[in-house]
């Protein structure tokens, strides 16, 4: 927790928050009877409501709103923009200790972060930025979180894509880049697209393997170290 506290105040939204890929979030013109779903699915008592793409948040529906609906269900194929409350949106590279007094005196949980272009980066809330104190919090809505980089022994690693360079060099090779943070954006922007499961490339002597990916993004990486007498006509050296 002292460790916590002596890096939080240069902590910045951007540091800490759901990136927007990663939101649950609901259009505008879904009934409340699909949202009520979408936040059973997803375990969230708050969920940003969009118009048209994500990048477009227009409100926030609390699932305390949605009980209403239980004394009229006639209510529920109402669309979900008739209850929803106003987003509060933070820029990205907002501090978190100046973002926690906004959350504290606003009587807000949630924010939207914004780039500087004004669209959606992504979604931090109160928990987010007290877990930076305190550590990790779950509740019984929590799924069983998975080590980020997961020794598998003898020189193997999996990880999500999402892990920064700078901690993958603690177990791997040291990757610097002025462009990219993660070792999912290193990849692609290496292949020059978004590499699609089964594709290998190798760096300074390590082997990575996209195990999961979709058109959009890497999702799971496979990294171990590379047996020079073994390529195949997919693998990419630097």
């Avoid at 609906?69 to 409350?85: F, G, H, K, N, W």
């Avoid at 499961?197 to 390590?206: I, P, Q, R, S, Y």
Wanted: aromatic letters at 6%; a negative charge; proline letters at 4%.
């Amino acid at each position: 927790m002292l460790l916590g506290i002596l890096r939080f105040n240069d902590l910045k939204v951007q540091d800490t928050m759901t990136p927007r890929a990663d939101i649950d979030c609901v259009a505008d013109d879904m009934s409340m009877r699909e949202v009520a779903r979408a936040v059973l699915t997803s375990g969230h008592s708050r969920l940003p409501v969009y118009r048209d793409n994500r990048d477009n948040i227009v409100g926030v529906v609390h699932a305390k709103d949605l009980l209403g609906c239980l004394d009229d269900t006639d209510t529920l194929e109402t669309p979900v923009a008739s209850i929803m409350r106003e987003p509060f949106f933070v820029p990205e590279t907002k501090r978190v200790s100046t973002l926690l007094q906004e959350f504290r005196s606003l009587k807000q949980h949630i924010a939207i972060a914004l780039d500087e272009y004004g669209g959606t980066s992504g979604l931090i809330t109160i928990e987010d930025v007290l877990e930076e104190i305190v550590g990790d919090i779950e509740d019984e809505h929590d799924k069983p979180a998975q080590d980020e980089i997961q020794d598998l022994g003898d020189g193997v690693y999996e990880m999500s894509s999402r892990v920064y360079l700078e901690d993958l060099a603690s177990v791997g090779p040291a990757i610097e880049s002025e462009d990219v943070d993660t070792i999912g954006g290193y990849l692609t922007m290496e292949a020059g697209h978004v590499p699609a499961a089964g594709e290998v490339f190798t760096h300074k002597g390590w082997t990575f393997t996209v195990l999961d990916a979709d058109k959009k993004h890497i999702k799971r990486v496979r990294m171990k170290r590379a047996d020079s007498g073994d390529k195949t006509p997919d693998q990419q050296e630097d």
